[in-house]
């Protein structure tokens, strides 16, 4: 009966000690594509990027500030002094751009764009400058990246509203590795989104209903180098 239990065991004993060679051949015969490790870890960094992009304020990348002005010309004189400058310190990079396409929307009519008043324009460039800053400090080199935000278009019988703006950094870039995508809702109901335009054309748009909540779409695209 000991001898049979003996054998019992070494037989189980062997039987394990196949499993597992066979496990250990398998692994060896499949390993883990790299590039699929890469990618995962790329969509898992995007994701991250742009959840700083939503939680982190203008101040902890230094700040933000703008001229009210329009066509380049800044309203610094003495008169309005120094209530011509916008602080935008305490805002979150999301709130930054999202307040960015509600005052700087772009109106196409015939396929170019017209050349509006907007006193807040300068907001626009500053801005991309200031994101591509924060952005690099974030990505800290590990990818080149493009970052892409607009709005869903507005169709008018004469014209087509909707904003955009991109930020890069291409220069190295060889393969995209994942593509990443957040929403933020527009600081503006459908009401006010309408009366902004209105104010902006100089028109009445009589019976403008928009489809849903305006809203600003973000994408980040992250490339190997």
């Known amino acids: 009966?000991?001898?049979?239990?003996?054998?019992?065991?070494?037989?189980?004993?062997?039987?394990?000690?196949?499993?597992?060679?066979?496990?250990?051949?398998?692994?060896?015969?499949?390993?883990?594509?790299?590039?699929?490790?890469?990618?995962?870890?790329?969509?898992?960094?995007?994701?991250?990027?742009?959840?700083?992009i939503q939680n982190s304020t203008a101040d902890q990348f230094g700040g933000?500030?703008?001229?009210?002005?329009a066509f380049g010309l800044e309203l610094d004189i003495p008169v309005v002094g120094e209530s011509a400058k916008r602080e935008l310190h305490h805002k979150s990079l999301a709130q930054l751009l999202a307040e960015d396409a509600l005052l700087n929307l772009r109106v196409e009519a015939g396929g170019a764009e017209l050349t509006?008043?907007?006193?807040?324009?300068?907001?626009?460039?500053?801005?991309?400058?200031?994101?591509?800053?924060?952005?690099?400090?974030?990505?800290?080199?590990?990818?080149?990246?493009?970052?892409r935000a607009g709005t869903e278009p507005i169709n008018l019988e004469f014209a087509r509203v909707h904003f955009e703006t991109e930020i890069a950094d291409l220069a190295q870039a060889r393969t995209q590795l994942c593509s990443e995508t957040v929403m933020f809702s527009l600081p503006a109901s459908q009401e006010e989104l309408v009366h902004h335009?209105?104010?902006?054309?100089?028109?009445?748009?009589?019976?403008?209903?928009?489809?849903?909540?305006?809203?600003?779409?973000?994408?980040?695209?992250?490339?190997?180098?």
């Open 64 to 69: 933000f500030d703008y001229t009210l002005g």
């Open 197 to 225: 335009i209105e104010e902006m054309l100089g028109i009445d748009l009589l019976g403008l209903e928009l489809e849903a909540d305006p809203i600003l779409e973000v994408n980040l695209e992250l490339w190997s180098r």
């Open 116 to 147: 509006l008043l907007r006193p807040n324009q300068d907001m626009d460039e500053k801005l991309r400058e200031f994101l591509k800053s924060a952005l690099d400090r974030i990505i800290g080199g590990r990818f080149s990246y493009r970052l």
């Open 1 to 52: 009966m000991e001898e049979r239990g003996f054998g019992y065991i070494a037989d189980m004993l062997v039987f394990a000690l196949l499993i597992s060679t066979a496990i250990l051949l398998l692994a060896a015969a499949s390993p883990i594509d790299p590039r699929v490790e890469s990618t995962r870890y790329a969509s898992s960094f995007a994701q991250s990027t742009l959840r700083s």
